[in-house]
């Protein structure tokens, strides 16, 4: 309090005020990791034009499908720099499912899935989506949390926090610490995250706010649907049609590409929604005048 730091404020450290972590040291898998004494550091004043600017803040909209039987089917995710026109990486992940790869090696020319085309992914450049695609889940996840990891977001924005971890976690409800899905969801690399079954309460992602868009919505605005189709024709005046889990099932399997395309069209509505309402520019600017971490 006497050094006026708060949340969503900029934060100076002096030169020979901090060192780095050595790699074998490091406690997170953020971007930077220091040391510092507290007394070092010194909030710059909001009166400045450093002090009172938006931080590019990493934005990554999350969207999780899972099956009848709860078990992971597809995923997809979108980028979002604070301060940057161009879009940013955006990606989905889709687990063929045993059936559909038999049907792949009996006619490979004939099935859907060849049309989606597999590239290798490269978040230096702006390209169009990337679609990865695996027989065999877990290697699927790990690769779903190294991206994650990769992009480095400060905020997760899911639309439905624990359907969206679930479908992730599994039945198990668990990642362990150091797996490729913890570190990719929080930055504390000792943490494991778990799922809470009963409450849905999600524990364990540590250096990154994860946003929990309809509950946020349902708190500040009185609908009669707050389906995610719903929230972007509200707020956004575009559509987004709710498919149920019979009309995927079908979709996925006679358009795969068109299914891919609906995934992160999804995670994409996310992103519109949460933009359009402000939410990053309401919850930094509430920090500010309370003292309030964004957490």
Not at 133 to 148: A, F, K, V
Not at 151 to 171: E, M, N, S, T
Not at 275 to 290: G, I, K, Q, S, W
Request: glycine residues 8%.
């Amino acid at each position: 309090v006497n050094r006026d730091l708060g949340g969503g404020r900029w934060v100076e450290l002096p030169t020979g005020g901090f060192r780095p972590v050595a790699e074998d040291q490091r406690v997170s898998c953020a971007q930077l990791e220091v040391l510092a004494e507290a007394s070092a550091a010194r909030a710059v004043p909001l009166e400045d034009k450093a002090g009172s600017s938006m931080a590019p803040v990493r934005t990554l909209a999350l969207q999780v499908l899972a099956n009848a039987e709860g078990k992971f089917s597809a995923a997809a995710c979108a980028l979002s720099v604070e301060g940057e026109k161009c879009p940013g990486a955006r990606a989905i992940w889709m687990l063929r499912q045993e059936n559909e790869a038999a049907a792949m090696a009996k006619d490979p020319a004939g099935d859907d899935w060849c049309e989606v085309n597999i590239e290798v992914y490269d978040p230096s450049r702006a390209e169009a989506a990337k679609i990865f695609i695996s027989n065999d889940e877990p290697s699927l996840l790990d690769h779903l949390g190294q991206t994650l990891e990769l992009l480095d977001a400060d905020i997760v924005l899911v639309y439905d926090v624990p359907q969206c971890i679930r479908g992730l976690l599994g039945q198990r409800c668990l990642a362990k610490a150091g797996s490729a899905l913890a570190r990719g969801l929080g930055r504390r690399l000792g943490s494991e995250v778990k799922l809470t079954a009963k409450s849905g309460e999600v524990s364990g992602i540590a250096g990154r706010l994860v946003f929990d868009l309809q509950k946020q919505v349902e708190k500040e605005h009185r609908l009669v649907d707050y389906s995610l189709g719903s929230l972007l024709e509200h707020f956004c005046q575009q559509p987004l049609p709710e498919l149920r889990e019979a009309a995927l099932s079908q979709l996925r399997a006679l358009r795969p590409r068109a299914f891919a395309q609906h995934v992160l069209r999804q995670a994409e509505a996310s992103l519109a929604i949460f933009d359009r309402l402000a939410y990053l520019y309401h919850f930094v600017e509430m920090a500010r005048v309370t003292g309030c971490p964004l957490t």
